[in-house]
């Protein structure tokens, strides 16, 4: 049988070999024993894996090669892949942040839970981190009440799979892995991983550094199908928790995150996206009367076409700067 780890780091890799140094010195830098780091190559066209693999060596890597089969499919085979006690998920373009693995085994040793819940930052190249919002976590002890407090009452988007580091027996048991053929594994996850867990600790310095608007990246290529597929997946939850109005409002509130902060398609998708939210909203008010129903609808209206005018407006405003910097740009060459 093989050494248990304590910590199983899972990396799934795809087209990412000009990203991978952020990620691989953090790794190095942490110099801790009893970690395992499992590289799930997502069947990659360029040569991810080994720059991946050849940066860290001198470390305890396990590497795994698949057809392109999605990101969940990569998480899940690299669940199964590994030893450690503990598994944490870390997104190949991102980073962990000084003494992250340090201050893990630390509250890890103290209160073997469930499930370690952490801070992240936001990190930009441009700009660097985004200072994070203070908080002091002090979650409900009913498990729905604690559910609705992490995903609602929080300041930071607690819908990513990278904030949870989870006992991988737990896991195993509870069989939480990702949802195949979706394009957002993390939310539906995310609930499940919640409402099974029986202890959740947390993890007050943030670990996690998330590179935002990456170039390339899935959110930065958001488009109208991945929009509707996941309003479908949060109208299938809707209904499932029809009766917990505070986490139904969570879950819109993640879609309406979606089209604001991602999405640029083009005129002709936008109808499909409308269509996608018209079934969505009327749950989100909790409500069977046909007036509230109506009303949402026409909310949504608005709402939807208010964003849409406003992407328009920022996308002229930026080919005006772009054009004003390119000539400038010219002048002092």
Request: aromatic share 12%.
């Given at each position: 049988m093989p050494t248990t780890k304590k910590l199983s780091l899972i990396i799934p890799l795809h087209n990412v070999e000009k990203h991978v140094k952020?990620?691989?010195n953090s790794i190095i830098n942490q110099s801790l024993e009893g970690l395992e780091i499992i590289l799930i190559d997502d069947g990659s066209t360029d040569n991810s894996l080994n720059a991946f693999a050849n940066s860290l060596s001198e470390l305890d890597v396990v590497t795994i090669s698949q057809p392109n089969k999605g990101l969940s499919?990569?998480?899940?085979?690299?669940?199964?892949?590994?030893?450690?006690e503990y598994l944490l998920f870390l997104d190949a373009d991102d980073f962990l942040l000084p003494s992250a693995l340090k201050n893990i085994f630390k509250m890890l040793n103290s209160n073997n839970p469930d499930v370690l819940f952490g801070r992240y930052l936001k990190w930009n190249p441009h700009t660097g981190f985004m200072k994070p919002p203070d908080y002091d976590y002090l979650p409900p002890n009913d498990n729905k009440k604690r559910t609705e407090y992490i995903l609602s009452a929080l300041p930071e988007s607690s819908w990513n799979a990278w904030r949870y580091i989870c006992k991988r027996r737990f896991i195993l048991e509870k069989e939480l892995f990702f949802e195949v053929g979706i394009l957002c594994e993390?939310?539906?996850?995310?609930?499940?991983?919640?409402?099974?867990?029986?202890?959740?600790?947390?993890?007050?310095?943030p670990f996690y550094a998330y590179y935002q608007y990456r170039p390339g990246s899935i959110l930065s290529n958001v488009n109208s199908k991945r929009l509707v597929d996941l309003n479908a997946t949060i109208l299938d939850l809707l209904n499932k928790y029809k009766s917990r109005p505070v986490l139904c409002r969570s879950l819109v509130k993640q879609s309406f995150y979606y089209i604001n902060e991602y999405?640029?398609?083009k005129k002709y998708d936008r109808i499909k996206v409308l269509e996608s939210y018209r079934e969505v909203l009327p749950l989100y008010k909790n409500s069977n009367f046909l007036l509230h129903q109506t009303v949402s609808k026409c909310q949504?209206?608005?709402?939807f076409y208010g964003l849409s005018l406003g992407m328009f407006a920022s996308k002229i405003v930026y080919k005006?700067?772009?054009?004003?910097?390119?000539?400038?740009?010219?002048?002092?060459?």
């Open positions: 952020n990620a691989t499919a990569a998480r899940n085979a690299g669940i199964l892949k590994a030893t450690g993390d939310v539906p996850w995310t609930l499940r991983l919640l409402e099974s867990a029986d202890t959740i600790s947390f993890l007050k310095t999405c640029k398609f949504n209206f608005i709402l005006r700067y772009k054009s004003v910097y390119n000539n400038m740009y010219k002048a002092i060459q």
